[in-house]
């Protein structure tokens, strides 16, 4: 039975059209744009020039921070550029890319895999780092930084709970039994009591594939849960299956528990085989594409050849968004290139969109609160965050929102609410970098002083020790005086 987990949440129409077709394989692009940030950490440091030639899965990043995660070439080719270029990001910065013009197309990075691994957690880490291993579910957050801590509770998360996104609902149908072996790997590295793959009810397909790939196992479970949006989140997940409420402020391993996406698991399976991570699954859908699908594309190809791949644009489109219709990033154009964070290409028509109307004052209808995944209070939270009262915006638990736009959907007033926390979080998050760096000056400062009052107070008692010293002198010296005036004075008696 699907549990009912979380609080809050939507119930959304599903557009899975992209998961109707099989997988097809991209065909690679005359020029890869590689961009060296794709995960959650730094962004590193090129390894190699331009004019350099490169082979398939060859390191093309370095550094020294324990979360960098390395990025590789896709096909042998040759290093045209090494360039700043725009980052698909809110913020619209821009960060190195690696420019490669592939020499072959077929000379990708071979998906044959090595014998199974048998090390343990230690031999594993290094391998799963240098493999370049991040999380595909959206979030990229360093694998390998993920398990280095053994849990209780193994979740893979299938649960994807965004309209029109079909990359893992795909995956799960057509590579349930080697999903199946690397949980097991992965299980077995964390040390893990308790295993499941978490599915959304609407995947029937890939429930029935998981399920015969399952058979008789009893190692894994399969957990059917509620096709309710944000299902698929971390937090909402766990609360589903396990009941444990991750606390605010904490992490799921501080409550025992791993969440990892479906395809992380494979490429953690890949990465301990030899291969490192250089394609991933996106789904391409929306009313404005041909033929909806998903795809292996390799990491750099820009989207406009994957949209091509799909068919091509069918007019008009209204916008173009990286990832899904609720927590998606709108894009201005179509050459940014696939990385690890990226899993869908969304093109919306007319139809698709929600009306655009102008802002209305907030009448206290408590609908934001009634959805909101994350039982916080959105509607208090805004009016804090619009008179800048950022000590209320923290007691009432601004950070833990998802900003699954959960609030945005419902709201009659069309306040933009999920966009306002937003802001509101990069703004404390600034306050408090520039509290950190207040602090950190006035640490060094009050250290110099000390430090200058140390070193007055050693020289003022060395020039005391000096004195006395001379003072002592002196002394010796007058005594001395009078003991020879003495001995003249004897000396003239006799």
């Not at 605010?248 to 085989?273: E, W």
């Not at 068919?311 to 927590?327: D, F, I, S, T």
Request: glycine content about 10%; overall charge neutral; proline content about 8%.
């Amino acid at each position: 039975m699907p549990g009912e987990g979380f609080p809050g949440g939507l119930r959304l129409p599903a557009h899975k059209e992209a998961a109707a077709r099989p997988i097809a394989l991209c065909p690679l692009p005359r020029e890869l744009a590689i961009p060296l940030l794709q995960h959650a950490g730094s962004e590193g440091r090129p390894r190699v020039e331009p004019g350099q030639a490169v082979l398939a899965g060859e390191v093309l990043s370095c550094g020294d921070d324990p979360r960098f995660v390395p990025i590789h070439a896709p096909c042998a080719g040759r290093v045209s550029a090494i360039e700043q270029r725009p980052l698909p990001h809110p913020s619209r910065l821009s960060g190195w890319h690696v420019v490669i013009k592939p020499d072959h197309p077929e000379h990708i990075v071979s998906p044959r895999r090595g014998p199974p691994f048998e090390g343990g957690i230690e031999q594993a880490l290094p391998l799963i780092r240098d493999a370049g291993v991040a999380g595909l579910g959206g979030a990229g957050f360093p694998t390998h930084d993920k398990l280095a801590h053994s849990r209780d509770w193994l979740i893979l998360n299938g649960a994807e709970c965004e309209p029109y996104i079909a990359c893992d609902d795909r995956l799960l149908r057509e590579r349930a039994v080697q999903l199946i072996d690397d949980a097991r790997l992965v299980r077995r590295l964390l040390q893990a009591q308790r295993c499941c793959i978490a599915i959304e009810q609407p995947m029937q397909e890939a429930i029935s594939a998981v399920r015969q790939a399952l058979a008789d196992a009893s190692d894994i479970e399969l957990r059917v849960v509620d096709g309710r949006y944000p299902q698929g989140g971390e937090r909402q997940l766990i609360q589903a299956i396990t009941g444990r409420e991750v606390p605010r402020g904490r992490l799921p391993r501080d409550i025992g528990v791993m969440v990892m996406n479906v395809a992380t698991v494979l490429a953690v399976g890949d990465a301990l085989s030899g291969v490192p991570l250089t394609r991933r699954l996106v789904s391409v859908a929306g009313s404005g594409v041909q033929q909806p699908g998903v795809f292996d594309v390799a990491l750099g190809t820009p989207m406009a050849v994957l949209i091509e791949a799909a068919g091509g644009y069918r007019e008009p489109v209204k916008r173009l968004v990286m990832g899904g219709p609720m927590m998606g990033l709108a894009l201005e154009h179509d050459q940014y290139p696939i990385s690890k964070s990226c899993n869908s290409i969304l093109l919306l028509g007319e139809a698709e969109l929600l009306g655009v109307s102008t802002a209305l004052p907030c009448i206290r209808c408590g609908d934001c609160a009634e959805v909101c995944p994350a039982g916080l209070l959105p509607q208090q939270l805004f009016h804090f965050s619009r008179a800048g009262q950022e000590a209320r915006l923290e007691q009432h638990g601004l950070e833990a929102c998802i900003e699954c736009a959960c609030c945005d959907y419902v709201c009659p007033s069309q306040l933009p609410l999920s966009a306002e926390f937003r802001y509101a979080k990069q703004s404390l998050a600034v306050r408090r970098s520039e509290q950190r760096a207040a602090e950190l000056a006035r640490q060094r400062f009050e250290s110099r002083q000390q430090r200058l009052q140390r070193q007055a107070e050693e020289r003022t008692q060395k020039l005391e020790a000096k004195r006395r010293q001379v003072a002592q002198g002196n002394e010796m010296q007058k005594l001395l005086a009078r003991a020879k005036a003495q001995a003249h004075k004897q000396g003239d008696e006799t």
